[in-house]
């Protein structure tokens, strides 16, 4: 398998592979790593720049031939963060699943619609429009992601209403129940699990308590621990034709086709 790890805005790939401590993960689970360097960080959107670098990036692991193509897996925090979340929203096909760190732009014009595996770690001080809950009394892109990833991953939620202009005029709520744990130092991480009919879970988001917009390397695991657990299969013009869920990561044949919804 396959972490494809997207920097920070002030960043480059050498300097998020040292500082996130991706590679002790990454070696002691057995997987391997691609950390591409964004040249323009105020490029647009990641459809317009980002996707013909992941797609060199993509050409370089099939010729290589050594990597399972149906367990490529994206993250990145911060601007990286946005691009894996954006690839998840517009060509979910390119991953098996994705999880990342510390910001979440929507983009309705380039919703896929198509389900996907996702997580995503919040800080609780990362800035007022990335905090929070999906159950606390704001709106802000916290919100936005889990109304769009709980819709298209089989959960019900009850939209937000917006006015005119745009504004939200009443709040959406997930309306399927998470399965909600404490863990790690000080019950910093606060983390909602949507797991469907099939015991699979399919959206997690976690407030990483006392921090601000960062990410830790206690992080990094709970990232891969995630991520590990998911397949696909596409046919010869890249489209994914199933999902697969396994609770041994593939090291036992346990695999399970994900129903979506179910």
Known sequence: PVVVVWHGGAQTGHLFMDSTAWWQTAAAEGFALALPTRTNHNQGTSSDYDLPIFDKVVQYLKNDGRFDMGRIYTTGQSMGSMES????????????????????????????????????????????????????????????????????????YTPAVYAADGTVTTFGVPVSEPVFTVTGPYDRFETYTWINGQDIPLVQYTNSLYRPHNCLTSEIPMLWDFLEHYRCERDEDGAVTARYYSASAFERDDQVLIQFGA
């Open 85 to 156: 979340q954006q690839f998840a929203q517009e060509t979910p096909d390119y991953y098996a699943a994705v999880a990342s760190t510390s910001f979440y732009q929507d983009y309705p014009d380039a919703h896929s619609d198509k389900p996907i595996p996702t997580y995503l770690i919040n800080g609780e001080g990362n800035g007022k429009d990335d905090t929070g809950t999906p159950y606390d009394d704001r709106w802000n892109r916290t919100d936005d992601w889990a109304q769009y990833f709980l819709r298209v991953n089989g959960f019900v």
